[in-house]
DNA sequence: CACAATTTTCAGTAATTACTGAAATAACGT
DNA sequence: ACGTTATTTCAGTAATTACTGAAAATTGTG
């Protein structure tokens, strides 16, 4: 790691290390932490030189990056090289990120239940079984769908949200009583 | 994989592949996913025999189920052996994930991040890494909190407000109106 | 189109992680 | 305390995943 700032070297360590924990190997994370910190686009020499490890895996960590949408490639006036960068917006980033977890991950298990709990089953074991797949199921699909409907609401919402923390369920319980004055035989549901 | 219905064992293996994408391994997630559609605890010897691995390695899976909190171990009168179930609730199930994940994930990230932007740079390019941490650590805490605090509230509000999904906008929007009206002073922030 | 610069691919190898079997330890009943 | 049964540990090995260097492919330029 040549010329890189202690501050940085750590961030980017920190972020080998915490990839390994996730699907992404150490070289996607610290190439991405490198990225994310960087006043300016990058080219892939310049990842080479700073982080030490071979041309090759820069060029397939990068293309790892791309596939998670989580750099952004761009071309430079007379430069014939390919830098890249980390999108600034930091939520735009965890959404992302959200999204394409949902994709690799809760989509296929969620279909992969769908259809286990469609399936006819005579023995006792499976029919339990199968309660105990709809359970997990109907959880899934309604934590994924929360997701999807939440990613549309713009930021400053969402910070709302966010900040209000536990006190949303005053507002819940707000909302409900609402509903009984208003409509009179609309339970707080 | 003996005596495993084609149900059963379709959902094993799915597990399997899917805790390879975590931290988790497949034989950690292969365990766990026959535990939970199990209608009884299970011994060790009988986790071994329907998924086909050693003693030893379905001994590790279950210390590391153990050490994330899946797992219950109990004793069933007159047998001396140890018997393993999961909990059935899965909406506890999900909390407990999500809390060893932060655990062991976004609070050693949230505390190398809180010690980078206190650390005195001069230097420009430091100037703005530190600038990119912060907006990270922020928006990281403000999300992790808002998980703690969410984990509080009663499983009903959580699917009530899991349910009202975008729709959570008007009712934000509707809570600054009010404030407006009752503080005076106040903003609908 | 030929050449130079850049990026990608991929077979081979290194490093890491997962798994096993045997031995050690612990838990219990007599 | 002894023997039996159950569980854990751990060194060795297998399997997987990560990384490299050299060669191939691609891209742009005169």
Redesign the interface.
Known sequence: MKNL?P??Q??VL?FGE?GS???INRTVGQIYALL????RPLNADEITDALDFSRSNVSMGLKELESWRLVRLQHLPGDRREFFSAP?D??MI?KTLAEERKK??VD??LS?LRD?VI?D?S????K???Q??K??H??IE??S??FT??H??DQD?L????????K??K??EF?GKLKIVAGGKKSA?
Not at 159 to 166: I, S
Request: no cysteine; net charge negative; aromatic share 12%.
């Open positions: 700032s501050l940085v750590n961030f920190h915490m924990r996730w699907g994310y910190v960087s006043d600034e930091v939520w965890f690799r991950e296929p298990t992969m286990a399936t089953v023995d006792a074991g499976d339990f079984a199968q105990r797949m359970a997990m109907d959880l309604l934590v769908s929360w409907d939440v549309k609401l919402t910070v709302q949200l966010m900040r209000l923390g536990a949303v369920q507002l819940l909302k549901t």
